[in-house]
């Protein structure tokens, strides 16, 4: 079992969409680092029993239910954590939903459910935690981009993919505008990763072409984009700001492989 260190102690790290696939193994790495562990979700039992497994193993964590769609239920959630936590010191955005059809009927309301879960959403959780980090002069932001945001990936990403471009050019509007209160934002931008979603969306052809794509030749585990996230959240990274880091086996770099 990897061994807990103390870098986080004393500090509250906010995930969302922390109840499973990527959130869950992030907010694990941040809890084994010290850190009071936030799960902000929409399913409030499966937050409760990735809670529940972070408990056992000694470890700190609680859960919200926040809908991050919802700026309402997004204010909510933040001011139960500014009541019961005190604090924000890391926020991870990992919460986000994908529906892939075809560009010329991509329907409009699908479209702009997309837009709202994942960019207005980051925006306004990213809001919410920086007014919680400035008086304390520190603090971390780190968004899930995706890799479908710097270069089509496929077809039917039309909102998927215009979302995370968004997220990435938001995520360099906060650096910018949040540094001087000692926060950073950066951004990790995915590729193909063995998580709930893609096992819903990737059909087995599609798995397959994608992963000849790579160099590395799989899809990625949510434990190795986990890890790249607590590294931008760290003390290690304090001179690391608006920076996007792809975590992709090599996709975007083997132009001469791509789908």
């Known amino acids: 079992m990897e061994q807990q260190s103390e870098s986080g102690r004393g500090r509250v790290a906010v995930v969302t969409g922390g109840a499973m696939g990527i959130g869950a193994d992030v907010a694990e790495r941040l809890a084994r680092s010290g850190y009071h562990a936030?799960?902000?979700?929409?399913?409030?039992?499966?937050?409760?029993?990735?809670?529940?497994?972070?408990?056992?193993?000694?470890?700190?964590?609680?859960?919200?239910?926040?809908?991050?769609?919802?700026?309402?239920?997004?204010?909510?959630?933040?001011?139960?954590?500014?009541?019961?936590?005190?604090?924000?010191?890391?926020?991870?955005?990992?919460?986000?939903?994908?529906?892939?059809?075809?560009?010329?009927?991509?329907?409009?309301?699908v479209f702009l459910k997309t837009m709202q879960v994942n960019v207005t959403g980051t925006l306004l959780c990213a809001q919410h935690a920086a007014r919680m980090m400035r008086p304390n002069g520190w603090g971390r932001i780190v968004n899930i981009a995706s890799v479908a945001g710097m270069r089509a990936v496929g077809t039917g990403r039309t909102a998927y993919g215009?979302?995370?471009?968004?997220?990435?050019?938001?995520?360099?509007?906060?650096?910018?505008?949040?540094?001087?209160?000692?926060?950073?934002?950066?951004?990790?931008?995915?590729?193909?990763?063995?998580?709930p979603m893609t096992k819903a969306l990737h059909s087995a052809q599609f798995r397959e072409e994608y992963s000849r794509a790579i160099p590395l030749k799989r899809y990625g585990k949510t434990s190795e984009?986990?890890?790249?996230?607590?590294?931008?959240?760290?003390?290690?990274?304090?001179?690391?700001?608006?920076?996007?880091?792809?975590?992709?086996?090599?996709f975007l770099s083997w132009g001469a492989g791509a789908i």
């Not at 399913?43 to 700190?60: M, S, Y």
């Not at 009541?83 to 560009?103: E, K, Y």
């Not at 949040?178 to 193909?192: E, H, K, R, W």
């Open 38 to 109: 936030v799960l902000s979700d929409i399913n409030r039992g499966a937050a409760d029993e990735t809670v529940g497994k972070l408990r056992a193993q000694g470890l700190c964590a609680s859960a919200v239910v926040m809908d991050v769609g919802n700026p309402d239920s997004i204010a909510e959630g933040f001011a139960a954590i500014a009541r019961d936590a005190g604090r924000c010191d890391v926020l991870v955005n990992c919460a986000g939903i994908a529906t892939m059809l075809p560009f010329i009927d991509y329907p409009l309301d």
């Open 162 to 195: 215009t979302s995370k471009g968004a997220v990435i050019a938001l995520t360099r509007q906060m650096a910018v505008e949040l540094c001087d209160y000692g926060i950073t934002a950066n951004a990790v931008s995915p590729g193909p990763v063995d998580t």
């Open 225 to 250: 984009i986990a890890a790249a996230v607590c590294y931008l959240a760290s003390d290690d990274a304090a001179y690391v700001n608006g920076v996007v880091l792809p975590v992709d086996g090599g």
